[in-house]
């Protein structure tokens, strides 16, 4: 009677063992072939941005007293590429990206392993008294 109700979540832990097992080892070899500082969903938000901030008005507030790297009247920027090219950039955005995004953190959550179990049938005998189910 015990096992008619352990089983199914017996088999559902397993399963889930299983599929962690198999997610940490994808995720891991997807990490390995990054060949990038950023993680590659993270780049493809940068380059989205980039794309679109063509479309944006750049408003220096006097009230924050920002430093600018770029020099709108100038036209120059401090990277140099806005005055090789003539066309404005946008400096280095994966230079301020956190660390969180970073192909080295990404490898560092896939480092460790999901251990392996034995199965019921391998559990050890015990003295200990079986736990029935609540009475309704």
């Not at 397993?14 to 599929?19: I, K, T």
């Not at 901030?53 to 790297?69: I, M």
């Not at 660390?99 to 560092?108: A, D, H, Y």
Request: hydrophobic share 35%; charged share 25%.
């Amino acid at each position: 009677m015990i096992l008619e109700h352990i089983d199914p979540t017996i088999s559902m832990l397993a399963e889930v063992r299983v599929y962690m097992i198999e997610r940490m080892y994808k995720q891991k070899q997807k990490g390995k072939k990054w060949n990038l500082d950023i993680c590659l969903a993270i780049r493809r938000m940068i380059e989205k941005l980039k794309e679109q901030q063509r479309y944006w008005d750049v408003t220096p507030s006097e009230q924050l007293h920002e430093v600018y790297a770029i020099d709108l009247d100038q036209r120059t920027c401090g990277c140099i590429a806005w005055q090789l090219t003539g066309i404005p950039c946008n400096g280095n955005a994966e230079e301020y990206v956190a660390i969180w995004f970073t192909t080295k953190m990404f490898g560092n959550c896939y480092r460790y392993n999901v251990k392996p179990t034995n199965g019921a049938d391998m559990w050890p005998e015990t003295c200990l008294q079986s736990i029935l189910p609540p009475r309704h």
